[in-house]
Each structure stands twice: as structure tokens, then as C-alpha cells.
């Protein structure tokens, strides 16, 4: 699938902001869908993902601030991102589709966004 995030940008502490990527091709809804993040210098990061019956794994550091949603009507997978904190800032990529499995996420090795940018700071 051909993958296109969306949304990013610069937000104060404490702020909100929404991640959109849509995926190409007719199967979304069957998709098991992850978003990412990378932040200069660290790996990435698994942050969240969705599987085809919208059962969600959330990274410790985000939940009960992010939410992962879908729409599959759209061919899109949505991060959205509360309380936001420094630590957040990172460039955020989507990725699909993955397969879930027991609240685990395993990425598609080659399948991402081009990533986009969040960067929280006031």
C-alpha cells in the first residue's frame, strides 16, 4: 500500500494536534495499521496501532493521551494526540499494512509514509 500522513506541525505543551494518513487500494478495512515515531539520534518507535476489528495497543508512554482511530470509508488511519509533551517531538510515520496479533504489532517491513513532523515546544 501507498501510504500519506498528514497533520503535523508545531504545538505548545499541553496542546493537541491530529494525524491523518490514508492508504491506497480497495482492502483497507482489512488492514492492521501502526503509527510510529523517530526522533533525531533514537530509533523508531512503535506508538500505536489498529487492527481490522479496531482493537488498539498503545505505546506506556502515550496512553491515555493518544488515540488511534480509523475510518475505512476514507482508506484512513488517525492519531490523535492530547496532552502533548517535548518528549513527543518526533517525525511520525504511519505504516501498513502490519499484522496484529495478542496486542502486538508487527510492522510491514517496507510499507511507509514519507512521515511528517510534530514538534512540541512553546
Known amino acids: 500500500a501507498q501510504l500519506a500522513e498528514s497533520g503535523g506541525g508545531l504545538v505548545q505543551p499541553g496542546g493537541s494536534v491530529r494525524l491523518s494518513c490514508v492508504a491506497s487500494g480497495n482492502d483497507f478495512k482489512f488492514y492492521d495499521m501502526g503509527w510510529y515515531r523517530q526522533a533525531p539520534g533514537k530509533q523508531r518507535d512503535l506508538v500505536a496501532a489498529?487492527?481490522?476489528?479496531?482493537?488498539?495497543v498503545y505505546a506506556d508512554s502515550v496512553q491515555g493521551r493518544f488515540t488511534i482511530s480509523r475510518d475505512n470509508a476514507k482508506n484512513t488511519v488517525y492519531l490523535q494526540m492530547n496532552s502533548l509533551k517535548p518528549e513527543d517531538t518526533a517525525v511520525y510515520y504511519c505504516?501498513?499494512?502490519?499484522?496484529?496479533?495478542?496486542?502486538?504489532?508487527?510492522?510491514?517491513?517496507?510499507?511507509w509514509g514519507q512521515g511528517t513532523q510534530v514538534t512540541v515546544s512553546s
Open positions: 489498529i487492527d481490522s476489528s479496531g482493537n488498539t
Open positions: 505504516n501498513g499494512p502490519g499484522s496484529y496479533s495478542r496486542a502486538t504489532y508487527y510492522p510491514h517491513g517496507s510499507s
